[in-house]
């Protein structure tokens, strides 16, 4: 049994034109909140038809897409390499509009670390550390994102229900113990590049880690 959440709710609401540099351009439905539990500037995107499908209440209907995605300034902005945050970032985008659903956009840099020390990892990880282990070289854990504002932002948006657009099962463990109901999980595609396959590799250890451990209460 989940601890009920305390009430977030919809600060402010803006319809924003989006356009990636591939070309590809959409428009988007913005949300940000107020009363979330870390107070951070949280957004989440409606995209596509978001309404008609955060309404489908029937157990048997669609549920919407909704991804998750983690602030990454390098990756997201400049096309950093060293990741494949901006690709899964577009890819989300273009498939949540097409299905109709939110993309919300966490303000937790390097897992919850910060920019400044997600530079400090990637110095250790040029000393041959991966991504993991460089975050508790620095002291803190291997991943310390807390998913807590996204079921609240959910609530507010009245969405209960969700496919979930991510490869981390973690997301998935975390959102179902707030009180979101995960009906299924849709795998993101994995972009490859001589940069960042180390790096991708950390991710897949670190998800099967994941998958296979105990649940702690």
Same mark, same amino acid.
Request: charged share 20%; glycine share 8%.
């Given at each position: 049994m989940?601890?009920p959440?305390?009430?977030a709710t919809?600060?402010t609401?803006v319809?924003?034109?989006?356009?990636?540099?591939?070309?590809?351009?959409?428009t988007?439905?913005?949300?940000?909140?107020?009363?979330l539990v870390?107070?951070?500037?949280?957004?989440?995107?409606g995209?596509g038809?978001?309404?008609?499908?955060?309404?489908? *209440?029937?157990v048997?209907?669609?549920?919407?897409?909704?991804?998750?995605?983690?602030e990454?300034?390098?990756?997201?902005?400049?096309?950093?390499q060293?990741?494949d945050?901006g690709?899964?970032?577009?890819?989300?985008?273009?498939?949540?509009?097409?299905?109709?659903?939110?993309?919300?956009?966490?303000?937790?840099?390097?897992?919850?670390?910060?920019?400044?020390?997600?530079?400090?990892?990637?110095a250790?990880?040029?000393?041959?550390?991966?991504?993991?282990?460089?975050?508790?070289?620095?002291?803190?854990?291997e991943?310390?994102r807390?998913y807590?504002?996204?079921?609240?932002?959910?609530?507010?948006?009245?969405?209960?229900?969700?496919?979930?657009?991510?490869? *981390?099962?973690?997301?998935?463990?975390?959102l179902?113990?707030l009180?979101?109901?995960?009906?299924e999980?849709?795998?993101?595609?994995?972009?490859?590049?001589?940069? *960042?396959? *180390?790096?991708?590799?950390?991710?897949?250890?670190?998800?099967?880690?994941?998958v296979?451990?105990?649940?702690?209460?």
């Amino acid at each position: 049994m989940h601890a009920p959440l305390p009430t977030a709710t919809v600060r402010t609401q803006v319809t924003v034109p989006l356009r990636f540099p591939d070309g590809y351009s959409t428009t988007a439905r913005v949300f940000s909140f107020d009363g979330l539990v870390d107070a951070r500037e949280h957004l989440a995107f409606g995209l596509g038809d978001w309404a008609a499908a955060r309404d489908r *209440n029937d157990v048997d209907a669609v549920t919407p897409l909704v991804r998750p995605h983690s602030e990454c300034l390098t990756g997201d902005v400049f096309g950093s390499q060293r990741c494949d945050c901006g690709p899964q970032l577009r890819e989300a985008v273009q498939r949540i509009a097409e299905a109709g659903g939110f993309l919300l956009y966490l303000r937790q840099e390097g897992r919850g670390i910060g920019l400044y020390p997600k530079l400090d990892a990637y110095a250790l990880q040029d000393a041959g550390l991966d991504t993991y282990q460089a975050n508790v070289a620095l002291g803190h854990g291997e991943d310390e994102r807390d998913y807590t504002a996204a079921a609240q932002m959910l609530n507010a948006l009245g969405v209960s229900r969700l496919a979930l657009l991510s490869n *981390n099962p973690e997301k998935a463990e975390q959102l179902g113990r707030l009180g979101v109901t995960v009906t299924e999980s849709v795998p993101t595609g994995l972009y490859m590049s001589p940069a *960042n396959a *180390n790096y991708l590799a950390a991710k897949a250890s670190r998800a099967a880690r994941t998958v296979d451990r105990p649940f702690v209460s």
